[in-house]
């Protein structure tokens, strides 16, 4: 409509029985529209809660280990890391010292750089492996690419399963 005065703008507005919405306040001159504010507010709301609906809500798991954890407890722990990287969960690996275990931060920072490694084909170390306060944790993403997998629904593509035998009904 262009530059109009402000009494003016109101009057129309009151006219149509709708509000005097100012959209751009910054602008020179200020940028207003004659709406219903009510309807406006819904849709927005709408708009936002559709949003927060298609935002994916990413889950962190962790494993807590020891440096005296053996190597065979610990690849049960990391085939659990590689299932939740498949899934597209973070994991959070995390060893913990006690006693003077301290001391020797090597011996977890070796651990963890072998944990990296046994699962860089399903993720990629987001936060470098760190000492806080009694722990060391590093955090390990879902590598780029990677998709969930599928359990095989046809017997054809699988040939280890045995085949379907229909017996007759009677």
């Keep these: 409509m262009g530059v109009i005065a402000t009494r003016e703008a109101l009057r129309m507005a009151h006219e149509a029985d709708l509000d005097l919405v100012e959209v751009a306040p910054n602008s020179a001159p200020p940028v207003c529209r004659i709406m219903d504010f009510g309807k406006f507010l819904y849709e927005r709301e709408k708009k936002d809660r559709e949003a927060r609906k298609a935002q994916t809500k990413v889950e962190v798991k ?78 390990l993403v879902p590598a780029k690419g990677i998709v969930k997998k599928k359990p095989v629904e046809n017997a054809d593509e699988n040939p280890e399963q045995p085949e379907k035998i229909e017996q007759p009904q009677e």
Excluded: C
């Design 62 to 139: 962790e494993i807590r280990l020891r440096p005296k954890t053996t190597d065979h407890h610990r690849d049960f722990k990391v085939d659990d890391a590689r299932r939740w990287l498949e899934h597209n969960m973070k994991v959070r690996v995390t060893i913990r010292f006690r006693g003077r275990e301290i001391t020797y931060p090597e011996i977890a920072l070796e651990d963890l750089r072998e944990i990296a490694h046994e699962l860089s084909d399903v993720g990629t170390v987001e936060q470098a492996p760190a000492i806080e306060g009694r722990a060391m944790s590093m955090m």
